[in-house]
């Protein structure tokens, strides 16, 4: 799909790898409807300088289904072509010592929001013959570490979800994009080593988001349904699924509990 023209909706436009790819698309000329916890006047200047034909800022808590359902009334006659299901929440460390708060918050964000914003603009997607949705899920949905167990079954659910959604829109001309994300030098990145490195010895090294938004752009401009990590990353992504005993026993190698 084209992103020149296009109405493109990014949650967790803010930083990271949602702002990164919010500056891809302003430089493809895109209408852009960024959606953040709170205003920032300098992202939209940066997106204006950029080329971006508009800029919508929607203020929205995803952890809230309210306020989920208050942004879809907002949205209810913008015929958004591309929904970028970015924002994201992290959680980690031993299970029993994980705020349940903070794991019910997570998954609202991660999986709920998503879930709900996508089953809310698919409608409208379908009954004007155009759409693309990009899924942000994670190596963490397949390389199942110690330490990342509620964020990991986060992101395998939007995987899964993801791969359903394809299937059911086969044959329509609404298509699914699927974010297997490697490791993006972001803030989340920097919380990997707060929440995991008490228990486990963490990868430092990531790619820029300016890169992997560069990535995504051309999985959209070339309608992939999958965009797969490459390199390391990869290799270990396939040993994960498919040599999986010899993947835990490398990894147990690099876990503590204490």
Do not use: W
């Not at 909706?9 to 960024?34: E, M, P, S, V």
């Not at 918050?105 to 949705?133: C, D, E, F, H, Y």
């Not at 972001?186 to 486990?200: A, Q, V």
């Amino acid at each position: 799909m084209e992103i020149v023209n296009r109405q493109v909706l990014i949650t967790g436009a803010n930083r990271g790898i949602g702002r990164a790819f919010a500056k891809i698309c302003a430089q493809d000329k895109a209408f852009l409807h960024l959606v953040l916890r709170k205003h920032d006047a300098e992202l939209i200047k940066e997106m204006e300088e950029a080329g971006a034909k508009s800029v919508t800022i929607y203020e929205a808590d995803l952890s809230s289904r309210e306020n989920v359902q208050e942004l879809l009334h907002k949205l209810k006659d913008t015929p958004i072509d591309i929904l970028f299901n970015n924002a994201g929440v992290l959680t980690g460390g031993l299970l029993e010592e994980q705020p349940l708060d903070d794991v019910y918050r997570m998954l609202q964000v991660n999986v709920n929001s998503l879930i709900q914003i996508t089953q809310g603009l698919l409608p409208g997607m379908l009954a004007r013959k155009r759409g693309k949705i990009i899924n942000n899920s994670s190596v963490s949905a397949y390389m199942n570490f110690p330490s990342a167990s509620t964020y990991a079954a986060s992101k395998a659910a939007v995987a899964a979800f993801t791969n359903c959604l394809h299937l059911e829109l086969k044959d329509t001309s609404v298509s699914t994009l699927l974010l297997i994300t490697p490791a993006i030098k972001t803030r989340m990145f920097e919380e990997i080593e707060t929440l995991y490195g008490k228990n486990l010895v963490v990868p430092t090294d990531g790619i820029s988001p300016a890169k992997y938004a560069e990535m995504i752009r051309e999985a959209v401009l070339h309608d992939l349904t999958v965009l797969e990590p490459s390199g390391l990353t990869g290799i270990s992504l396939k040993l994960a699924r498919f040599a999986k005993p010899l993947f835990d026993f490398e990894i147990s190698r690099r876990f503590r509990r204490g």
